[in-house]
């Protein structure tokens, strides 16, 4: 190759550090199809031949043979690359559906938290009037008083049930 074709092949990213790179995030998208659940990997798009080598690689049990097992996928993921772009567009998704429902359950928590504290309880409940109308304010308030004066643990998971409906509710 001669010195200016090699870097035209540079200038568009598909030199030696590129081509690693992206054989390394093969590799760990196929790492990380062994990882995921089995439900979550029923949900992404994949053809018969790649659902067999996944599975095959979730069941190699050596670690060295696992590695060569997830390098082995990796080669078929790079053959298969509409395939390969699909789940990784599903599996990001997934991720980002998670994050915003560990962020609502978190929200929640640190409501129910408020709630349940003396000094921030009186803003909380008014949080909880304007977030959630439907909400009986006055079963929160006595299930509230419960935790502050009997430290009732059964209430706070009252309080929290109660909310998560209301998000449920909400939501819909």
């Known amino acids: 190759m001669h ?3 090699e870097e ?13 790179r992206e054989a390394k995030a093969i590799e760990e998208l196929a790492q990380r199809l062994t990882e995921i659940t089995a439900s979550e990997l029923g949900k992404l798009p994949k053809s018969p031949e790649l659902s067999t080598e996944i599975e095959l690689a979730r069941s190699t049990k050596g670690n060295s043979s696992r590695k060569r097992q997830i390098k082995h996928l990796a080669g078929v993921l790079r053959d298969h690359e509409e395939q390969r772009v699909a789940i990784e567009a599903a599996l990001d998704g997934q991720s980002v559906m998670q994050r915003q429902e560990s962020l609502a359950f978190h929200h929640l928590e640190e409501l129910r938290d408020r709630l349940c504290a003396v000094d921030t309880f009186s803003a909380a409940l008014t949080e909880v009037r304007t977030l959630y109308p439907q909400l009986d304010d006055g079963k ?14 059964k209430a706070a998971r009252e309080i929290f049930r109660r909310l998560r409906k209301a998000e449920e509710i909400n939501d819909v």
């Open 8 to 20: 035209e092949v540079r200038s568009l990213g598909r030199g030696r550090s590129a081509k690693k």
């Open 140 to 153: 929160l308030a006595r299930l509230a008083g419960s935790v502050h004066e009997h430290n009732d643990k």
């Open 3 to 5: 010195r200016h074709e």
